[in-house]
């Protein structure tokens, strides 16, 4: 009998020694993200969003080429950059590679250009706004899009009136920044 007791004291302690260390962990990954991202915002004259709470994403809101923007940064489930911006309202339109696949549930639908309908998973509400949202430009610029990552996400979601560039990874690259915004700025064009 007290060696079963013995036994499930040992793992009690293991599983609350192991949990301290996730929590550690998490909050320094936490802690450099803010840090970083907070120094870059600095540098390019961007506002930095208070959080309320550590579960919330980082946020930098700025305007770039006339165009305003908030640009996330979420470490909950995987670390993932976000960059959001008001554009006319459209249906849903979603074109995802990679990991971004995994969230969407409608049937796909063809753009009608054959190499990127391989390289992105398409899905919309009509045939209309797939058609107003991924023009030919648009297409261009997320297939320029650098993945430095193998099986790295990236994801365009168009919805209502909120265009949203989702790429896997954390760190600031101006190249993933500027493309995000290439593409970001296509679609508010003529969205």
Known sequence: MEFVGIAILYFLGAFFVAGFF????????????????????ARQRYQVAQRMAPEQPFRVTGSREALDFVLEVDA????????????????????????????ETAAKMPTGDLHFDGLFDVRASDAPSLERVLRPAVRMALMRFPMRMVGGGL???????????????????????DAAHAILGEVCREA
């Open 22 to 41: 996730v929590v550690v962990s998490s909050s320094r990954r936490d802690e450099r993200l803010t840090r970083t991202w907070g120094a870059y915002a």
């Open 76 to 103: 909950r489930r995987g670390v993932v950059t976000r960059l959001v911006a008001r554009a006319p309202a459209v249906g849903r339109v979603v074109a995802a590679r990679g990991r971004g696949r995994r969230r």
């Open 155 to 177: 994801r365009l979601v168009a919805e209502d009136d909120e265009v949203l560039v989702e790429w896997a990874g954390g760190d600031i690259d101006p190249v993933e920044l």
